[in-house]
């Protein structure tokens, strides 16, 4: 299991005007951080790993913002299948007698809802 993390804003440390300058720096506009001061605590982002977070701080940090991480929780880790994927065979697949639509066999047509089972072959 991973811990996840998030960042939340309390404020601004000193002068408000160089934290949007500084913000709008790395892409946050004026409005949007605007909304952020307003609510804060606001949380900024979420299930992070504590690096990630860690980075997204000290980035607004810089800025001169007032933030904390805070851990959020244990997910469980993902991790890539290694299986065998499930690849369809062409006999697996059909095409509507009515509309033309290539499909995964069915008794009906998934866009125009023909009955295949009664149609002639």
Known sequence: ???KYRVV???????????QHNMA??????????GYLEKAPVVLVRDLSLA??????????????LVTIQE???FPETRPYRGKPDVASPEDFM???NCGLKQRRSERCV???????????
Not at 9 to 19: K, M, R, S, Y
Not at 52 to 65: D, K, L, Q, T
């Open 52 to 65: 990630n977070a860690r980075r997204y701080a000290e980035a607004i940090i810089s800025a001169g913002g």
């Open 72 to 74: 959020t929780g244990e």
């Open 95 to 97: 095409i509507c007698q």
């Open 25 to 34: 720096r790395l892409g946050v506009s004026r409005s949007v951080l605007k």
């Open 1 to 3: 299991m991973a811990k």
């Open 9 to 19: 804003l309390f404020g601004v440390n000193g002068e408000e005007a160089l934290f």
């Open 111 to 121: 866009r125009c809802g023909f009955d295949v089972t009664y149609a002639p072959r």
